[in-house]
Every structure is written in structure tokens, then in C-alpha cells.
């Protein structure tokens, strides 16, 4: 490593002007929980004060420290570096660092010591690290991911909910700005706002705040529309900076999940399909074409069937997914939004979960599986995941009526009115009451679950997130590792 990285042209450089392309992945569920990785309803706040109601806060507070710990080790840093990996994107909640009944202005040194254990450990073993505010308050997108109870994004509605995370920028930029081990910052996943000029403002206010006080790190700012619109993004792009799509393709999903999204299409490598993915690549880069300017994919990937899922022809399906992945990042191969065919920088979605994407993931003969796994069953058939959803068909069809009743009584221009533009009737229908409403009410089961567990249990559960208890994606992993 040669000092920090910078952006020259098209190309991320080190110290020396040598282009260094970041590949790797996210630690997803760790410092960010979300629904699908773990195996809860719902959002991550709730669930947490759900479990905290039922179990008292010193048996919460023993398993989530235990959680945090175990999820990401030193053993983690060298499996993941031995993939080739030199990069790691590091998701975090904003509740790390400050607390909702509070003034939103005092920062918990906690959330420092947390990001602390996975940039420190991955500096040790070489790894670069971006760190990723996936969440804000108030949500700055309409979905679950963001801890976002409603299907609202209140963040862009409120000033001093932006005014606390500009000021967390510079807190978080004065901390870390003599590391060179940090690739840079990633102000705000996947923001979703319909008016595109307070996404730029915003991001006027963040690269003013990080500059003043750190004029070394690359700045990674996400698109708006989830990171694929850049159509409003300023003529002049700022400078030391990457931006940042998410490329998942509706191929590397299950049946359900690409109905909803309007199609049903299955991936066998066709010249058409192939054209495809890089159509849809192509398109979400314009802007770093017409710019000269770095992209980075900072999300994307496959999702994958289980016989624990139920998943008939599991293994089937999932080699039509890593064909989908290979050419995937046969597109990145030569990508660079240049045209000089040079790779870009990626990070995969994710490394660690309970079975449905990760590299590596819990083992079905954990603690977790032994306690939780009758209800991830009950979960999957129900549908209450966004993510890789592939509910039963008999109550499918209890949402599709009550979406058809919706078309039949909404004109389509006024549903056409709604942001975001990529939704449709169905998908706000299974949004708002699967996902949100009828997750809300699961909570309580599935906090249920955990009463009455020893500290000795607890901790053997959350010990179901250890490298050396879970189970590696080895064609998954051999795929990246030979990119």
C-alpha cells in the first residue's frame, strides 16, 4: 500500500498513480441488520426493541455484544483476503452512533469501537475498507433495508435529521483521516428521493463538511432512485470522487421476486440475455462516461436456493445463477467507463447470512437453525422477505386480488404519480402490507424465541456467526477468487 487512494481520471490510483481496482464484498448483516441475512421480520429497530421487551436489557445487550464480536474476527480477515479480496465495504446503522431520543448531535464512542475492530483487522491482513452509511434517520429511501418502518423517506423531509448526518460525516471523516487503510467513504446507500435536488444538495453539504477536515479520501456517492439514476447529478462531478451503482439483475432472483418486477423470464446465456446485463450496466454508467469519471459497483450479486428452503433443484438453480454472476462480472472486466476496456472496482453482496447469499453462511446444524429454523420455514412460505422471496402460491394470490382491486379502482396515472417510478401497484401492495404490516405483527414471534434462553444459549447462538461455524459457498468463492 502507497499512500491514500485518489481518484486520476477514470481510475482509482494509490500514492504512486498506479491504478488499484477494489474488489470484494459487504459484511451486510453485521453493524446492519437486515431481515433476509439473519432471519427476523421487519425492520432491525423494532426487532431489537421487541427482543429487549421480552428478555430484559442485560440478556439483549450480553447477545448483541456477543453478536458483534463473533460475526467478524481475525479469522474472517484472512479467509476473506486468501479470495483475493482487497476490499471490504463495511455497512453501519447511524444508531451506532447516536440515539434516537437524544439530540441527534451527540455521537457514542461505541460506534467508533465497532468499525474500529473491522478496519483494524482488515488493515492488519491488507484489506482496504469503504465505509457505508446504510441507514439515516427517518430513511432515506422508501424500504426495509434502511431500518425504515414506513414505506416513507422522512430523512428528506426533515432538516435536522440531514443536519445530524452531516455533522456525523465530520466526525467520522475527522476520526479516520490519516488512515490510508480507508478506501473512502459511502455518505448514503442507495438514497431514494423524487426530488432530485435534494440529494444534491445534501451531497453538497456532505463533500463540504468530509473536505473540511479530511482532503485525502475517495468520496463513493450512490445514485439516486436505490443507485441507478444520475440524470440529475451535476455537470461538474466532485472531485476525488467515485460514483456508485448497484447492478442486480431480476436473472440472479427467484421466480417470485422477477414477477413482481414483470417478467418471468429464466437465464440460460443467451447473446440476448448476455446483452442484457450489459445494456442494463451500460445504462446506470452514463453519467461516468459522459464524465470521465470512476464507477463503482457497490452492490450486486445472485441470490441462492437451499433444500433446507425447500427449494426443489436447488443445486440446478443455483448454477444458473453463478452462470448469471460469471457474466456479470465479465461485464466489469472491461467496464471502465473510458472505453479503454480496463476493469472497474465491485463490491459484492454479501459475505456472511444464514443461507440465501453469502460467501459464507450459518450451518443448518447451528444453534440458530436448532432455534430459529422452524420459523424460517414459516417466514419463507409466508413471504415476508423482500429478498428472495418466494411466498406459497395459495397466498400469492390473497395480494394479487387485492392488488387487482386497486388497478380496477386507481387510474394509472395516478399510481404512475408515485415515486419511486420502478414500482408497480403489485410491488407497493406486497411492500406495504407483507413486508411492513404483517412483519410488524411477526416480530413478537419470532422475539418470542429467544425468551428463556440461558447466557450460556445466548451466547452458543450468536456464536452461529463464527467463520469456523458457518459454511462456505466454495463455486460461489471460487468464481471471485479466480476473477
Sequence with gaps: MVGFLKVKGTKIVDGNDKPVVLTGAATGGHLNMENFITGYPGHETEHKRVIEKKIGKEKFDYFFDKFYDYFWTEEDAKFYKSLGFNCLRIPFNYRHFLNDEGDLFTIDPKGFERLDKLVDTCAKNGIYTILDLHTVPGGQCQQWFNDNPTHFSFFWDFKIFQDSIVNLWGKIAEYYKDNEWVAGYNPLN?????????????????????????????????????????????????????????????????????????????????AEQKGKLKAQYERKIQYMKDHNIPVWNGEFGPVYASEFRGDTEHEKINQVRYEVL???????????????????????????????????????????????????????????DAWGCDIKPEYQKLYDRLAQHFREN????????????????????QRVCREMLFSQYCQHEYADLFVGLSFEELDELAASFKLENCVQRHELNEILRNY
Design 190 to 270: 442507495e438514497p431514494g428521493v423524487s426530488d432530485h435536488s435534494k440529494l444534491v444538495t445534501f451531497y453538497n453539504r456532505i463533500e463540504k463538511t468530509i473536505r473540511s477536515v479530511d482532503p485525502h479520501h475517495i468520496l463513493y456517492l450512490d445514485g439516486n432512485t436505490y443507485a441507478m439514476d444520475f440524470r440529475e447529478f451535476p455537470e461538474e462531478p466532485y472531485p476525488n470522487s467515485v460514483y456508485a451503482i448497484h447492478d442486480y439483475s431480476i436473472y440472479g432472483f427467484p421466480r417470485g421476486f422477477v414477477s413482481s418486477a414483470g417478467g418471468s423470464e429464466i437465464y440460460s446465456g443467451t
Design 326 to 384: 460469471k457474466d456479470q462480472l465479465e461485464v466489469y472486466k472491461t467496464g471502465d467507463p473510458s472505453g479503454d476496456k480496463t476493469p472497474i472496482s465491485w463490491s459484492i453482496w454479501l459475505y456472511k447470512d444464514i443461507g440465501l447469499q453469502g460467501l459464507t453462511y450459518v450451518s443448518t446444524e447451528s444453534k440458530w437453525y436448532e432455534v430459529f429454523g422452524k420459523w424460517l420455514k414459516k417466514k419463507k412460505d409466508l413471504g415476508l
Design 410 to 429: 386507481i387510474p394509472e396515472k395516478h399510481h404512475d404519480a408515485l415515486y419511486p417510478p420502478i414500482m408497480n401497484i403489485d410491488s407497493y401492495i
